[in-house]
């Protein structure tokens, strides 16, 4: 069962600050529900090839992702892929600037749930669609604030 969703925010800050924020994989358990822990497991500068760990939960299970970094566009998108993960998972994330200290933040969420995440099918579609729009929300509000 694939998962495709997709989340776009507008957001009232400076876009360099958005894309600071969103590449920073450090910074998710700040605007991410359910999210324990980040953490850079290669050295700077971020570039195409960076990794990072991750600790989260969801469904009230723990996930434990090793990311990789597969497209960079500083300033604008990046792309991450799971390598090792119970959660198979592709997230691109964008930052467009509309002017006037004004940006556009969207995510694309593609992913393929194992074991008794591909059990609940339908039901993930709809968890995981929840989740990831109220993340783009919890940003806004951290960005505006």
């Not at 894309?19 to 324990?36: H, K, L, S, Y």
């Not at 500068?45 to 500083?74: D, K, N």
């Not at 993930?124 to 604030?145: F, H, I, P, Q, T």
Request: charged share 25%; glycine share 8%.
């Amino acid at each position: 069962m694939a998962i495709h969703v997709t989340s776009t925010v507008d957001i009232a800050c400076d876009a360099a600050l958005a894309f600071e924020t969103i590449a920073n994989f450090e910074n998710n358990p700040r605007w991410q529900d359910g999210m324990v822990s980040a953490k850079f497991t290669s050295d700077p500068p971020l570039r195409v090839g960076s990794t990072y760990a991750q600790e989260a939960r969801f469904m009230g299970r723990p996930i434990e992702t090793l990311f990789e970094i597969t497209a960079y566009e500083p300033g604008r998108s990046i792309t991450i892929e799971s390598r090792e993960s119970t959660f198979p998972i592709q997230v691109t994330r964008r930052v467009e600037d509309l002017g006037d200290g004004r940006c556009r933040v969207s995510a694309e969420v593609n992913g393929a749930p194992g074991g008794l995440f591909k059990i609940a099918g339908p039901l993930m579609r709809r968890m995981v669609s929840r989740s990831v729009n109220a993340d783009y929300k919890n940003l806004k509000a951290l960005l505006e604030g």
